[in-house]
C-alpha cells in the first residue's frame, strides 16, 4: 500500500494493550502529582510534566518508556500498512482535560512521520489539512534555497475520529494538524514519530538525538 500524507490503521494495538497503557498513564500522573504536592521531587525529566507548551496544565510525557516501547512494537505494523522504511524517534503522550485545544500547527523535523494512537477516555477528533502548501509563504533565497515560513490557515480540514487502539500516521511535517476545544472530561494520546530511513534528517534525528529510546530529552547529543 502506498503511503500518501495520511491515513488510519485501524486496531493498531489491540483494546486490551490500549487499556493498560491508559491506566498505568493515569496512574503515573497521580503518583506524579502526590509527589508534587508532598515535596518529594527529583525531576530528571523522567516524571512527566504539566508544563508542556503546547498545552499547559495539561500532564504530558516526552519518552515515558512504556511509550518508547510502543514507538518500536508499531513499527513493523505502520511499515507493512504504509510501504514506508523508518527509523523511530521519540514518543510523547498527554492526558488531555476537558477545555483543552491543540492549536494547528505543524511539526519539527524528527516528526516526519507522526502518529496519534487512542489509547482511551471520551472521544476527540483530530483534524488534517491535506494540502502540504497551506500556510506555507516564501521569501528570498538564500543560496539555493527560498526561506520558507508556516503560518496557520483557516482551512476546514478533515475530520478523523479513532476509536481506542486506533492508529492515525500523517506526515506531520508536512500537514496542518490541530483539535478543536475538548467538551469530554479526560482523553489519553500517544505520539509516536519517525523519521525516513534515507531521509535527510535521518542520521540527525534517530532517538531525537539520544544515545538510546527511552531517555529524556536533556540527554540530547
Not at 511539526?107 to 488534517?128: A, K, Q, V, Y
Not at 483557516?154 to 506526515?171: A, H, N, P, R, T
Not at 530511513?197 to 540527554?219: C, H, I, Q, T, Y
Request: charged share 20%; with cysteine.
Amino acid at each position: 500500500m502506498a503511503f500518501n500524507k495520511y491515513q488510519v490503521i485501524k486496531k493498531a494495538i489491540n483494546y486490551e494493550l490500549a487499556n493498560f497503557v491508559f491506566n498505568y498513564f493515569m496512574l503515573k500522573r497521580d503518583a506524579v502529582q502526590w509527589m508534587y504536592q508532598n515535596n518529594i521531587t527529583y525531576d530528571t525529566g523522567m516524571l512527566g510534566t504539566w508544563k508542556d507548551q503546547q498545552i499547559p496544565n495539561t500532564y504530558s510525557h516526552y519518552a515515558d518508556p512504556v511509550m518508547e516501547t510502543l514507538l518500536v512494537k508499531v513499527l513493523p505494523v505502520m511499515q507493512q500498512e504504509t510501504g514506508l522504511n523508518l527509523i523511530p524517534t521519540y514518543s510523547y503522550a498527554r492526558l488531555y482535560k476537558n477545555g483543552d485545544i491543540l492549536h494547528r500547527h505543524k511539526d519539527r523535523p524528527s516528526c516526519e512521520i507522526s502518529t496519534t494512537i487512542n489509547l482511551g477516555g471520551d472521544p476527540w477528533p483530530i483534524f488534517i489539512n491535506p494540502d502540504p502548501n497551506a500556510g506555507y509563504t516564501y521569501g528570498p533565497e538564500i543560496g539555493e534555497h527560498k526561506v520558507q515560513k508556516y503560518e496557520p490557515t483557516q482551512d476546514k480540514g478533515d475530520k478523523v475520529l479513532l476509536e481506542v487502539g486506533d492508529m492515525l500516521v500523517y506526515s506531520g511535517c508536512d500537514l496542518e494538524h490541530w483539535r478543536e476545544p475538548f467538551d469530554g472530561n479526560i482523553c489519553g494520546q500517544v505520539f509516536l514519530h519517525y523519521n525516513h530511513v534515507n531521509g535527510p534528517f535521518a542520521e540527525k534525528n534517530k532517538f531525537d538525538g539520544r544515545p538510546m529510546l527511552g531517555l529524556p530529552s536533556s540527554v540530547k547529543q
